[in-house]
């Protein structure tokens, strides 16, 4: 029997789903233009803030806030439902585009920015990172938002 999801109100939550078997699914372009107009509709959608939104080739991860009212698992839910359903018709197959249960927690505080905790890092935090086990990221399309803009020096 799996675990009880926590949840929390106006918490904010580290978010994790990976697609099936570790597929590439998101070098494809097709794949990558359907989750962003379905990433854009949920925006729309329901009320959250989001922040540092990763799509890697097999997953992505991003930190999540729902609104009053509102639940991770109904927006998560409704993002991935959608996604698999577009993707299936567009690339004209069946079955499912996600691997097991998403994964969450609930963060203390505010997720912290990728350099702003005083450790090293790379990028701008919206996916360009370099992968772990010499994976690269899909480096054909920008990410589905531009960056925050640059801290301002001094």
Not at 26 to 52: K, S, Y
Not at 62 to 72: A, N, S
């Amino acid at each position: 029997m799996r675990q009880l999801r926590l949840l929390a109100p106006k918490a904010w939550y580290e978010v994790r789903s990976g697609i099936n078997n570790r597929e590439p699914l998101f070098r494809r372009c097709q794949a990558w233009a359907i989750f962003r107009a379905v990433f854009r509709e949920t925006l729309l959608r329901f009320a959250f803030e989001i922040r540092d939104l990763r799509v890697r080739d097999d997953r992505l991860s991003f930190y999540i806030r729902p609104e009053d009212g509102l639940e991770l698992p109904d927006i998560i839910k409704w993002m991935k439902q959608v996604f698999a359903q577009r993707f299936n018709a567009a690339a004209g197959r069946s079955g499912h585009i996600w691997g097991d249960r998403y994964w969450s927690r609930i963060l203390e505080g505010e997720p912290v920015a990728a350099g702003e905790a005083g450790e090293a890092s790379e990028g701008t935090g919206y996916g360009d990172r370099p992968r772990r086990r010499g994976k690269e990221e899909n480096p054909h399309f920008p990410p589905p938002y531009p960056p925050p803009p640059a801290a301002s020096p001094g």
